[in-house]
């Protein structure tokens, strides 16, 4: 079973930071991506930003310029920094990974969801 754990988030000021970070387990034969997407209230899910097994990365217009990708160098855990907030950035976010748990088997897994709130 692999699942994600995610940490961080809060509420923050407008022009503050805040950070994620999410860790894999379980069973991965191989890691494609992770990354981050995040929903409003009655809003569909949207990307955020994600890092691929490659080291590439892609970013939402929204945030770029102000969130960071990163991953630790086994690739189990992504981080998203977040400068510059606003309060369109609040949101749920969650994790999201990408992988192959046996050659030829895909799977997508969602963590658990980590509120991320921007107000003065």
């Known amino acids: 079973q692999v699942q994600l754990a995610e940490s961080g988030g809060g509420t923050v000021q407008p022009g503050g930071s805040l950070g994620l970070s999410c860790t894999i387990s379980g069973s991965v034969y191989r890691n494609i991506a992770m990354g981050w997407y995040r929903q409003e209230p009655g809003k569909q899910r949207e990307l955020v930003a994600r890092?691929?097994?490659?080291?590439?990365?892609d970013y939402a217009d929204s945030v770029k310029g102000r969130f960071t990708i990163s991953r630790d160098y086994g690739g189990n855990t992504v981080y998203l920094q977040m400068n510059s907030l606003k309060p369109e950035d609040t949101a749920v976010y969650y994790c999201?990974?990408?992988?192959?748990?046996?050659?030829?088997?895909?799977?997508?897994?969602w963590g658990q969801g980590s509120l991320v709130t921007v107000s003065a």
């Open positions: 890092v691929t097994s490659g080291a590439s990365t």
């Open positions: 999201h990974a990408a992988v192959y748990t046996t050659p030829t088997s895909h799977l997508e897994v």
